[in-house]
Every structure is written in C-alpha cells, then in structure tokens.
C-alpha cells in the first residue's frame, strides 16, 4: 500500500512539473520579451521557487543573502544537481553558465536558453575562452552571473577541486566573486544523496528519485563576496574553494577518473 502511494505521488507531482513546464513556456514567449530589470528577476525567481515547491524541496537559505538590486557579481556554487539551478535562481536571478548539453533537454534546455543561460561545450578546449569573454560582457553589463567551477556534479558528500577557467570573467570586469555553498541533506542532517545527478544516473533516474522524496532539505549559504582586485583567476577559484568547502562543512576530494573536467591549463 505504501508503494502505491507513493507511487501516486510521484505521477501527481509530475503532472504538476509538467503542467508547471508548459506555463513556463507561455511566459517566455509572452511575458519575458517585454520585462527589464527588476520585474524580469521576480518573475524568473517565482516561476523557480514553484518548481521547488511542486517537488516539495524546503529552501533554507543563509548568510550574506543578495538583493534585486545587486548587480555585475559572479556568483560561484558547488555543484550537486539540476535542482540548484532552481534553487540559486529562486533566491537570486542569475545568468548560468552551464554545459551545452543542457540545451539538448527537452523544454527546460530551451526554458534556459530563454532565461539567459550562456552554454560550454566542454570537449572543445577553446570553446572556453570564448564563454570567458560573454560572462565578461555579461557581467560589464550589470548581469549576475553564476558558475560551477567543479566542472561536474559531486554526490553531495563532497566537493571537487574548482578549476579557474571561468572565474577569468571576474578577473576581465573586475567583477565580485560570491561563494555559494549548497547542500541537500536529510531530516539527521546527513547528505541526501539520492537527490544528486551524478555519475552514470540518468536524467530519467534522477527525476523518479526526487519526485519520489517525501520531502528535501536545500541549504544555501551565501558567503561574504571576494573582491578581486590584486587576485587572478587561480586565486579567487582557491579563495572561493575554501570558502564553499568550510560552510557546507564538506572535504575537498579529486574527481574520479580524471583530472579535470573543463579544460584549465592552470591545474
């Protein structure tokens, strides 16, 4: 019997995400070409926190919290899964910067794209430079700007090293550097590790697995922002990597298998 209910659940609340989906659809086709600023971001930050909500994730927010009126600030997050795009957004409006393969999902790639996502394509070692130079735009612009520097998802019991290549934007504008530490935990304050989108699980397997949670603990603690004057790249990555690494109170570990996930020649 708990099976089915639970089962019941999962399909009701992901006939509210889709439902959710498709309003998201007609407000940046009807709604987002006409708004500027401020009412852009409010509009983009509900849409976001009523994903969360349909997907029963408590938001728990913390620290140096920022404003609708900050402006040009690179926000830096750890990485766990799709969820904290949702999460950060809700809290903040950003402009992501997020592997192109994120484009390929159906509605939420274009939702994204829609939104002001700048995509990578990480195989490409040049396609790098170029993503540097339009978070720079972005940020000389006024955007907020968000980056994950660990180049891929963790399971949420640890972080992996940050590599510099995209924090280059801040060292070009001379832009803040905001350290965001992220974590999903469970009712002991244990890692939720099942809300992660990592290794070889599927899309497809991680949507089940969330909507299936009972309820999920999101903490987002912002830290005081790094200024970058006197700093390059590689030094406001490590500032930013202990900073995330101490507030979420999670171990710096090497990624498996490799070295690097985004091409720096500086690690």
Same mark, same amino acid.
């Given at each position: ?6 089962? !019941? ?109 700048? !995509? ?27 980056? !994950? ?119």
């Amino acid at each position: 019997m708990l099976q089915l209910l639970n089962r !019941f659940r999962s399909f009701w609340r992901l006939s509210r995400l889709a439902l959710h989906l498709g309003y998201g659809i007609a407000i940046a086709v009807l709604v987002l070409p006409h708004l500027q600023g401020s009412r852009r971001q409010r509009v983009i930050g509900t849409w976001s926190a009523h994903v969360l909500h349909i997907l029963k994730v408590r938001l728990i927010v913390t620290g140096m919290l920022p404003t609708v009126d900050e402006r040009a600030m690179l926000f830096v997050a750890n990485h766990v899964s799709w969820l904290d795009i949702w999460a950060i957004n809700a809290v903040r409006t950003v402009r992501f910067i997020a592997k192109a393969e994120l484009r390929a999902w159906p509605v939420i790639g274009w939702l994204s794209q829609q939104a002001g996502t700048i !995509f990578i394509r990480r195989a490409r070692r040049h396609d790098t430079s170029r993503v540097s130079v339009a978070g720079a735009e972005a940020l000389r612009g006024g955007d907020c700007v968000c980056v !994950f520097p660990e180049g891929t998802t963790t399971d949420g019991t640890c972080i992996y090293p940050f590599k510099s290549s995209l924090l280059q934007s801040a060292v070009e504008a001379q832009a803040p550097v905001w350290p965001v530490a992220l974590r999903y935990v469970r009712d002991d304050g244990s890692a939720n590790t099942a809300v992660a989108y990592a290794g070889d699980t599927t899309m497809k397997q991680s949507l089940w697995s969330i909507l299936g949670q009972h309820e999920i603990f999101a903490h987002l603690t912002f830290a005081q922002p790094i200024q970058p004057e006197g700093r390059n790249r590689r030094q406001l990555a490590q500032a930013a990597e202990e900073v995330i690494s101490s507030l979420a109170r999670l171990p710096v570990r090497a990624a498996p298998g490799t070295a690097s996930d985004l091409p720096d020649a500086a690690r």
